[in-house]
């Protein structure tokens, strides 16, 4: 750059006609460029050494207090009694049924009488999966629907049925 002023660069054939300056920076606008340089320079070396914060450490933090603010339900324990089997197969016939089918095979769900098993046949995990539900799949959360009794009754009907491992 040069010390002189107004110096035009000559480049208007390149830019439809526009002058451009050799003009040198405003003092203010060069001291708030190395002002920034060396808050940025700073905040990083407090941020990663000094505070020892990160992203992840709040997102840990964070979802610890919501885990301790809204506990998730506890799963109950359902036997393969005739008394959950009987009241599983009550709610599966009123909630179930539209998308497994009345003999569990099947229709807009998966079939629940073969041995293959995406999230696992288990007794656990066929609650775990009725709770959870699975909406990238299209099926409803329902443990808030249902609760954790008609949940783990469900479960042991589907798991008595031939579905469960």
Do not use: R
Not at 45 to 74: I, R
Not at 116 to 137: N, S, Y
Not at 142 to 162: D, E, M, R, S, T
């Amino acid at each position: 750059m040069s010390d002189t002023k107004d110096v035009v660069l000559g480049h208007s054939d390149e830019a439809d006609g526009i002058e451009e300056y050799d003009n040198k920076m405003p003092n203010w606008w060069l001291g708030i460029f190395y002002v920034s340089i060396l808050w940025g320079g700073w905040y990083a070396v407090n941020y990663h050494f000094v505070a020892q914060t990160s992203q992840t450490a709040q997102f840990d933090a964070e979802m610890a207090a919501a885990k301790a603010q809204w506990p998730e339900p506890e799963a109950v324990a359902a036997g393969s009694g005739p008394g959950d089997v009987e009241a599983g197969k009550a709610v599966y016939a009123q909630n179930c049924i539209g998308c497994h089918g009345p003999a569990l095979k099947g229709g807009i769900g998966p079939d629940l009488t073969d041995g293959t098993w995406i999230h696992g046949g288990t007794l656990p995990q066929i609650q775990a999966v009725i709770t959870k539900g699975v909406p990238e799949k299209g099926m409803l959360t329902w443990g808030p629907i249902l609760g954790p009794q008609k949940v783990a009754a469900v479960a042991a009907y589907i798991h008595a049925a031939g579905g469960g491992q």
